[in-house]
């Protein structure tokens, strides 16, 4: 699982590659729709797909001349759920942090008094 969340935030780090994930949120898209948008040459945007597909996050289909990228949910899931355990985690000891400040500031209050 380790390897997998490395590889899906490795390739989520790039801004090209997260903008191809958000467009193909809203549905597949053909390899030159997705280009598009994006001021570099065909080759260097192919290597950012070739990443995207390497990691399991999007998937391909060639029809005739046309290839179809479309969006795999299971990697987008895998890290939501980490995402989701960290953020627990995280809360948890806020939480505490802020039990343990309130219990400070109120022994704070009583021995001035």
């Not at 809203?26 to 192919?46: D, I, N, Q, R, Y």
Request: aromatic letters at 6%; hydrophobic letters at 40%.
């Amino acid at each position: 699982m380790a390897n997998q969340l490395d590889s899906f935030f490795g390739a989520m780090a790039d801004p090209t590659r997260r903008a191809v994930i958000e467009r193909l949120a809203s549905g597949p898209a053909s390899v030159s729709e997705l280009h598009k948008p994006h001021k570099m040459a065909l080759p260097t945007f192919m290597r950012h797909l070739k990443v995207l597909e390497d990691t399991g996050i999007v998937r391909s289909v060639k029809k005739g001349r046309v290839r179809t990228c479309h969006i795999e949910a299971a990697p987008l899931i895998e890290a939501q759920g980490w995402l989701a355990w960290q953020r627990e985690i995280w809360e948890n000891r806020l939480d505490g942090l802020a039990a343990l400040a309130h219990e400070i500031s109120q022994k704070d209050q009583n021995d001035g008094t």
